[in-house]
């Protein structure tokens, strides 16, 4: 299928706190257009300040889609995101030729651009043994259990990251093959161009916008947030940074304090992962969220 150049698709990838909200609001303005969601926590409508939902002012400014869109009980993985903005990209063609694309989640800006591989459907039973181990045993566990039963993923794959870790452990539970088996690299071609812009910042600045980003959501009321959330947090959507910390502090087994210095912390790492999973895509042309002038000229575009 070959790329239609009056449909374009203007991707906004970096890591979180880097500014990339506001650049895309920026450009869909510029643009007239609307932006589509690429982050797997903003889309569920249970989950607002810890995971640093736009405010109720920015998403007035421009529509946004894959926010408050799904219920945490659902199940929404990568394949999920790329059926639901395929369908909303063709969807804004019909009045749009530009449409903005922002987020941090790289799989699932790299599913909509490339496609994914297709992995079997996994046993929700296994799913939730493997979540409950990682809840009593920790990271050093998951880590064994894949070094025992997928050697391809714990020397290729991503061994600090608990979620990746937990979907290679259920997968080859499930299907006795590593998750990197079914990975053929091929990508799909699209119908419509993609213009990638990538965000960044100095460390020091980066990390000085995590630490003020996380005070502030304690400030607007995170903890009475994830209180009202204790009920679901065996759920996958739940096994994330902002929630997992307050759910122990709440267990009474750090203090508030530290569950606070905790989330930075691991924020900071979040953060660190992301850019290497974004650095690794030679098609982003990178930026300095302020220079909104260098990027339209990037892009290369007339308004919509």
């Given at each position: ?74 199940e929404v993985t990568a394949i999920t995101f790329e059926q639901y903005a395929l369908q909303k990209a063709t969807a804004l063609f019909k009045y749009h ?208």
């Amino acid at each position: 299928m070959e790329k239609n150049p009056d449909k374009i698709v203007i991707v906004i990838a970096g890591p979180t706190a880097v500014g990339k909200t506001s650049l895309a609001i920026e450009l869909a303005k510029h643009f007239q257009t609307e932006i589509i969601s690429a982050d797997s926590r903003q889309c569920f409508k249970e989950l607002n300040i810890g995971v640093a939902r736009p405010s109720v002012e920015e998403l007035q400014q421009v529509p946004h889609h894959f926010i408050n869109s799904h219920s945490i009980q659902e199940e929404v993985t990568a394949i999920t995101f790329e059926q639901y903005a395929l369908q909303k990209a063709t969807a804004l063609f019909k009045y749009h030729q530009v449409v903005v694309m922002v987020g941090g989640t790289g799989l699932y800006i790299k599913a909509f651009t490339d496609g994914l591989d297709l992995i079997p459907p996994i046993n929700p039973a296994v799913r939730m043994e493997v979540i409950q181990s990682f809840e009593q045993h920790g990271v050093s566990w998951l880590q064994q259990q894949l070094q025992q039963k997928d050697p391809l993923y714990s020397e290729k794959g991503e061994m600090q990251n608990p979620q990746r870790m937990m979907r290679a452990l259920e997968v080859v539970e499930s299907t006795g093959q590593s998750v990197l088996s079914f990975r053929k690299g091929e990508k799909v071609k699209r119908d419509f161009s993609i213009i990638k812009i990538g965000v960044e910042l100095p460390k020091e600045e980066l990390h000085r916008n995590i630490h003020t980003r996380v005070d502030n959501m304690m400030k607007a009321g995170l903890q009475e947030e994830v209180k009202g959330l204790l009920s679901f947090r065996k759920l996958n959507a739940l096994q994330t940074v902002g929630y997992a910390e307050l759910f122990d502090w709440l267990d009474g087994n750090i203090s508030l304090e530290k569950a606070m210095e905790q989330i930075k912390t691991a924020t900071r790492q979040y953060a660190k992962r992301q850019m290497t999973w974004f650095k690794k895509d030679k098609e982003l042309q990178w930026f300095s969220p302020v220079q909104i002038n260098e990027i339209i000229e990037a892009i290369g575009l007339s308004r919509s």
